[in-house]
């Protein structure tokens, strides 16, 4: 059974920046890869940055160039940290984890808005 927690995420201005973190833990599990997904009101949840152990990483063509992702500080931990923000960076952002099936964290809010 994994758990992943997120901390991070809450209200900023267009341009502004945030970090958000994710941690997994948990036993008797392998992570193939993590990363972070939002979901905008109203539509499916979207795929932001993905990272692998080996450190392939993909990202979102509308966040490329503006959103960065790394591997955190423990062993199966990845950070976000978004910079330029859009007010259409508005969603729920969730950690995810691929060990064998799809983890998810519980979900935090990001709200870009003057």
């Known amino acids: 059974q994994v758990q992943l927690v997120e901390s991070g995420g809450g209200l900023v201005q267009p341009g502004g920046s945030l970090r958000l973190s994710c941690e997994a833990s948990?036993?008797?599990?392998?992570?193939?890869?993590m990363g972070w997904f939002r979901q905008h009101p109203g539509n499916e949840r979207e795929m932001v940055a993905t990272?692998?152990?080996?450190?392939?990483?993909a990202y979102a063509d509308s966040v490329r160039g503006r959103f960065t992702i790394s591997r955190g500080n423990r062993r199966y931990a990845v950070d976000l940290l978004m910079n330029n923000l859009r007010p259409d960076d508005t969603a729920v952002y969730y950690c995810w984890a691929s060990t064998g099936g799809d983890s998810w964290g519980q979900g935090t809010q990001v709200t870009v808005a003057s």
């Open positions: 948990g036993s008797g599990f392998r992570v193939y890869a």
């Open positions: 990272i692998t152990p080996g450190g392939t990483i």
